[in-house]
Protein backbone atom coordinates (compact mmCIF):
# COMPACT_ATOMS: atom_id res chain seq x y z
CA UNK A 1 0.00 0.00 0.00
CA UNK A 2 1.23 3.33 -1.00
CA UNK A 3 2.13 4.93 2.76
CA UNK A 4 1.81 8.48 1.35
CA UNK A 5 -1.95 8.17 1.33
CA UNK A 6 -4.64 9.06 4.25
CA UNK A 7 -5.68 5.61 4.62
CA UNK A 8 -8.57 4.96 7.41
CA UNK A 9 -9.17 1.48 8.32
CA UNK A 10 -12.72 0.47 9.36
CA UNK A 11 -13.04 -2.69 11.17
CA UNK A 12 -16.51 -4.16 11.96
CA UNK A 13 -17.89 -7.70 13.67
CA UNK A 14 -19.01 -9.13 10.49
CA UNK A 15 -20.78 -8.04 7.13
CA UNK A 16 -23.75 -7.14 8.61
CA UNK A 17 -22.11 -4.53 10.53
CA UNK A 18 -19.81 -3.49 7.71
CA UNK A 19 -23.54 -2.78 5.76
CA UNK A 20 -25.10 -0.90 8.59
CA UNK A 21 -21.53 1.31 8.99
CA UNK A 22 -21.21 1.72 5.69
CA UNK A 23 -24.77 3.22 5.31
CA UNK A 24 -24.65 5.32 8.28
CA UNK A 25 -21.54 6.70 6.68
CA UNK A 26 -22.99 7.42 3.13
CA UNK A 27 -25.88 9.07 4.47
CA UNK A 28 -24.01 11.50 6.16
CA UNK A 29 -21.75 12.33 3.24
CA UNK A 30 -24.69 12.67 0.95
CA UNK A 31 -26.58 14.60 3.46
CA UNK A 32 -26.56 18.77 2.41
CA UNK A 33 -24.84 17.88 -0.63
CA UNK A 34 -26.94 19.44 -4.21
CA UNK A 35 -24.92 16.47 -5.99
CA UNK A 36 -23.38 13.63 -5.41
CA UNK A 37 -21.66 11.51 -7.91
CA UNK A 38 -21.29 7.86 -6.66
CA UNK A 39 -19.43 5.08 -8.45
CA UNK A 40 -21.18 1.70 -7.52
CA UNK A 41 -19.11 -1.85 -7.46
CA UNK A 42 -20.90 -5.18 -8.41
CA UNK A 43 -20.67 -8.43 -6.61
CA UNK A 44 -22.01 -9.69 -4.11
CA UNK A 45 -21.03 -7.80 -1.09
CA UNK A 46 -23.25 -4.87 -1.92
CA UNK A 47 -26.23 -6.45 -1.84
CA UNK A 48 -26.10 -6.30 2.18
CA UNK A 49 -24.93 -3.08 1.90
CA UNK A 50 -27.62 -2.01 -0.90
CA UNK A 51 -30.50 -3.71 1.24
CA UNK A 52 -29.38 -1.89 4.54
CA UNK A 53 -29.05 1.31 3.04
CA UNK A 54 -32.38 1.05 1.44
CA UNK A 55 -33.87 0.04 4.47
CA UNK A 56 -32.41 2.13 6.93
CA UNK A 57 -31.69 5.22 4.74
CA UNK A 58 -34.23 4.92 2.30
CA UNK A 59 -36.88 7.96 3.19
CA UNK A 60 -34.16 9.87 5.08
CA UNK A 61 -31.86 10.66 1.71
CA UNK A 62 -32.76 13.47 -1.00
CA UNK A 63 -31.65 10.83 -3.14
CA UNK A 64 -32.95 13.27 -6.02
CA UNK A 65 -29.08 14.60 -5.32
CA UNK A 66 -27.58 11.16 -5.47
CA UNK A 67 -25.65 10.11 -8.96
CA UNK A 68 -25.47 6.70 -9.20
CA UNK A 69 -22.54 5.58 -11.64
CA UNK A 70 -20.98 1.86 -12.32
CA UNK A 71 -17.29 1.53 -11.72
CA UNK A 72 -17.35 -2.02 -13.71
CA UNK A 73 -20.22 -3.65 -15.81
CA UNK A 74 -20.50 -7.05 -17.15
CA UNK A 75 -21.01 -7.34 -21.07
CA UNK A 76 -24.57 -8.86 -20.57
CA UNK A 77 -28.12 -7.54 -20.92
CA UNK A 78 -29.19 -5.18 -18.13
CA UNK A 79 -31.82 -8.18 -17.36
CA UNK A 80 -29.10 -10.89 -17.12
CA UNK A 81 -28.36 -12.33 -13.73
CA UNK A 82 -25.09 -11.50 -13.91
CA UNK A 83 -25.40 -7.51 -14.45
CA UNK A 84 -24.57 -5.29 -11.61
CA UNK A 85 -26.99 -2.69 -12.80
CA UNK A 86 -29.67 -5.27 -12.55
CA UNK A 87 -28.37 -6.43 -8.84
CA UNK A 88 -28.22 -2.92 -8.19
CA UNK A 89 -32.38 -2.56 -8.94
CA UNK A 90 -33.22 -5.67 -7.19
CA UNK A 91 -31.16 -4.61 -3.89
CA UNK A 92 -31.41 -0.54 -3.75
CA UNK A 93 -32.76 1.32 -6.92
CA UNK A 94 -36.24 -0.54 -6.94
CA UNK A 95 -36.68 0.76 -3.10
CA UNK A 96 -35.86 4.52 -3.12
CA UNK A 97 -37.57 7.24 -4.91
CA UNK A 98 -34.53 8.33 -7.36
CA UNK A 99 -34.92 10.42 -10.43
CA UNK A 100 -34.48 7.60 -13.36
CA UNK A 101 -31.78 10.50 -15.10
CA UNK A 102 -29.88 10.18 -11.66
CA UNK A 103 -29.07 6.27 -12.82
CA UNK A 104 -26.00 6.68 -14.90
CA UNK A 105 -25.64 2.83 -16.25
CA UNK A 106 -23.38 0.96 -18.34
CA UNK A 107 -25.07 -0.38 -20.97
CA UNK A 108 -23.53 -4.12 -21.09
CA UNK A 109 -25.24 -4.95 -24.10
CA UNK A 110 -23.85 -3.15 -26.47
CA UNK A 111 -20.70 -3.31 -27.99
CA UNK A 112 -18.06 -3.46 -25.28
CA UNK A 113 -15.12 -1.12 -27.16
CA UNK A 114 -18.05 1.28 -28.18
CA UNK A 115 -19.50 1.38 -24.50
CA UNK A 116 -16.34 1.79 -23.08
CA UNK A 117 -15.66 4.90 -25.04
CA UNK A 118 -19.20 6.29 -24.72
CA UNK A 119 -19.40 6.01 -20.88
CA UNK A 120 -16.32 7.85 -20.68
CA UNK A 121 -18.03 10.41 -22.29
CA UNK A 122 -21.01 10.56 -20.01
CA UNK A 123 -17.69 10.59 -17.18
CA UNK A 124 -16.55 13.62 -18.65
CA UNK A 125 -20.52 15.02 -19.46
CA UNK A 126 -21.98 14.82 -15.82
CA UNK A 127 -18.86 14.97 -13.37
CA UNK A 128 -16.58 18.07 -12.41
CA UNK A 129 -13.38 17.78 -13.41
CA UNK A 130 -9.89 17.86 -11.24
CA UNK A 131 -6.87 18.23 -12.77
CA UNK A 132 -8.18 17.48 -16.05
CA UNK A 133 -9.88 14.13 -15.34
CA UNK A 134 -13.72 13.43 -13.96
CA UNK A 135 -13.79 13.53 -10.15
CA UNK A 136 -16.84 11.32 -8.51
CA UNK A 137 -17.42 12.11 -4.65
CA UNK A 138 -17.25 8.68 -3.75
CA UNK A 139 -15.95 5.54 -5.73
CA UNK A 140 -17.05 2.48 -4.18
CA UNK A 141 -15.44 -0.81 -4.59
CA UNK A 142 -15.00 -4.22 -4.06
CA UNK A 143 -11.39 -6.80 -4.25
CA UNK A 144 -11.77 -9.66 -5.66
CA UNK A 145 -10.27 -12.70 -3.90
CA UNK A 146 -7.29 -12.69 -6.82
CA UNK A 147 -6.70 -8.81 -5.86
CA UNK A 148 -8.62 -7.45 -8.77
CA UNK A 149 -10.75 -4.51 -8.12
CA UNK A 150 -13.53 -2.72 -10.34
CA UNK A 151 -12.73 -5.09 -13.51
CA UNK A 152 -9.09 -4.47 -13.40
CA UNK A 153 -7.55 -8.14 -13.03
CA UNK A 154 -4.17 -9.09 -12.08
CA UNK A 155 -3.26 -10.66 -15.64
CA UNK A 156 -4.03 -7.21 -17.29
CA UNK A 157 -2.95 -4.70 -14.54
CA UNK A 158 -1.74 -2.12 -16.89
CA UNK A 159 -5.16 -1.90 -17.74
CA UNK A 160 -4.80 0.54 -14.45
CA UNK A 161 -2.70 3.11 -16.01
CA UNK A 162 -4.66 3.33 -19.53
CA UNK A 163 -4.99 6.83 -20.82
CA UNK A 164 -8.52 6.16 -21.23
CA UNK A 165 -11.11 6.42 -18.63
CA UNK A 166 -12.72 3.50 -19.29
CA UNK A 167 -11.62 0.52 -20.69
CA UNK A 168 -12.54 -3.19 -22.17
CA UNK A 169 -11.36 -6.01 -19.56
CA UNK A 170 -11.55 -9.76 -19.66
CA UNK A 171 -12.50 -11.82 -16.86
CA UNK A 172 -9.18 -14.49 -16.32
CA UNK A 173 -11.59 -17.90 -15.92
CA UNK A 174 -14.84 -17.39 -17.49
CA UNK A 175 -13.35 -14.69 -20.22
CA UNK A 176 -16.70 -12.87 -19.48
CA UNK A 177 -15.60 -9.03 -21.07
CA UNK A 178 -16.38 -5.88 -19.07
CA UNK A 179 -16.44 -2.28 -19.08
CA UNK A 180 -14.42 -1.02 -16.17
CA UNK A 181 -13.47 2.68 -14.98
CA UNK A 182 -9.16 2.54 -15.20
CA UNK A 183 -7.01 3.89 -12.39
CA UNK A 184 -7.14 7.76 -13.34
CA UNK A 185 -10.71 8.24 -12.52
CA UNK A 186 -10.48 5.70 -9.49
CA UNK A 187 -7.65 8.07 -7.93
CA UNK A 188 -9.26 11.40 -8.94
CA UNK A 189 -12.11 10.77 -6.67
CA UNK A 190 -12.98 12.84 -3.38
CA UNK A 191 -13.37 9.17 -1.82
CA UNK A 192 -12.62 5.59 -2.24
CA UNK A 193 -14.55 3.18 0.00
CA UNK A 194 -13.47 -0.13 -0.40
CA UNK A 195 -16.15 -2.88 0.91
CA UNK A 196 -14.11 -6.34 1.55
CA UNK A 197 -15.84 -8.88 4.15
CA UNK A 198 -15.26 -12.76 4.54
CA UNK A 199 -12.27 -14.81 5.45
CA UNK A 200 -11.63 -15.71 1.39
CA UNK A 201 -9.78 -11.91 1.12
CA UNK A 202 -7.66 -11.88 4.13
CA UNK A 203 -4.72 -12.47 2.53
CA UNK A 204 -4.88 -10.16 -0.22
CA UNK A 205 -6.12 -7.65 2.39
CA UNK A 206 -3.43 -8.49 4.75
CA UNK A 207 -0.70 -8.22 1.93
CA UNK A 208 -1.62 -4.76 0.63
CA UNK A 209 -2.31 -3.20 4.06
CA UNK A 210 0.97 -4.55 5.23
CA UNK A 211 2.65 -3.78 1.88
CA UNK A 212 3.98 -7.08 1.47
CA UNK A 213 3.74 -10.41 -0.40
CA UNK A 214 2.96 -9.97 -3.79
CA UNK A 215 0.66 -6.82 -3.18
CA UNK A 216 2.47 -4.93 -6.35
CA UNK A 217 0.39 -7.00 -8.28
CA UNK A 218 -2.75 -6.42 -7.19
CA UNK A 219 -4.79 -3.64 -8.57
CA UNK A 220 -6.33 -3.11 -5.35
CA UNK A 221 -3.32 -2.03 -4.26
CA UNK A 222 -2.94 0.83 -7.04
CA UNK A 223 -5.73 2.67 -4.94
CA UNK A 224 -4.32 5.62 -3.91
CA UNK A 225 -7.13 8.77 -4.22
CA UNK A 226 -4.12 11.93 -5.25
CA UNK A 227 -6.01 14.19 -2.69
CA UNK A 228 -9.09 11.92 -1.63
CA UNK A 229 -10.08 10.01 0.99
CA UNK A 230 -9.07 6.01 1.01
CA UNK A 231 -11.50 4.29 3.62
CA UNK A 232 -11.50 0.19 4.43
CA UNK A 233 -15.13 -1.02 5.30
CA UNK A 234 -14.10 -4.68 6.29
CA UNK A 235 -14.73 -7.47 8.73
CA UNK A 236 -12.89 -8.94 11.18
CA UNK A 237 -12.72 -12.20 8.72
CA UNK A 238 -11.12 -10.20 5.93
CA UNK A 239 -9.01 -8.16 8.62
CA UNK A 240 -7.13 -11.09 10.34
CA UNK A 241 -4.11 -10.91 8.76
CA UNK A 242 -3.25 -7.40 8.74
CA UNK A 243 -0.36 -6.60 11.80
CA UNK A 244 -1.06 -5.09 15.08
CA UNK A 245 1.07 -1.80 13.64
CA UNK A 246 -0.97 -0.96 10.65
CA UNK A 247 -4.68 -0.60 12.41
C1 LIG B 1 -17.79 -7.17 -10.11
C2 LIG B 1 -17.18 -6.22 -9.14
C3 LIG B 1 -15.91 -6.79 -8.60
C4 LIG B 1 -16.21 -7.16 -7.18
C5 LIG B 1 -15.18 -8.08 -6.62
C6 LIG B 1 -15.61 -8.56 -5.23
O1 LIG B 1 -18.36 -6.72 -11.10
O2 LIG B 1 -17.72 -8.38 -9.80
O3 LIG B 1 -17.16 -4.94 -9.41
O4 LIG B 1 -14.80 -5.94 -8.64
O5 LIG B 1 -16.27 -5.98 -6.40
O6 LIG B 1 -15.09 -9.20 -7.48
O7 LIG B 1 -16.79 -9.28 -5.40
P1 LIG B 1 -17.57 -9.90 -4.13
O8 LIG B 1 -18.12 -8.72 -3.41
O9 LIG B 1 -18.64 -10.76 -4.77
O10 LIG B 1 -16.55 -10.67 -3.35
Known amino acids: MNTNIIMEL ?43 LAKEFGASIDWKSV ?21 TVEHLLSKIDIPEENIHRIKGEEDP ?3 AVRYAQVLKNELPSKNGFPQFDLVI ?3 GDDGHTASIFPHEIELWQSENLCAVAVHPDSGQKRITITGNVINHSKTVAFLVTGATKE ?6 INC ?32 EGQV
Open 203 to 208: EKVGEI
Open 10 to 52: KIYQDKNQVAQEFSKYFAEKAKGEASFHVALSGGSTPKIVFDV
Open 113 to 115: EAE
Open 141 to 143: LGM
Open 67 to 87: HFYWGDERCVLPTDDESNYKM
Open 212 to 243: DGACETYPANLVAPTSGDLLWFLDKAAAAKIK
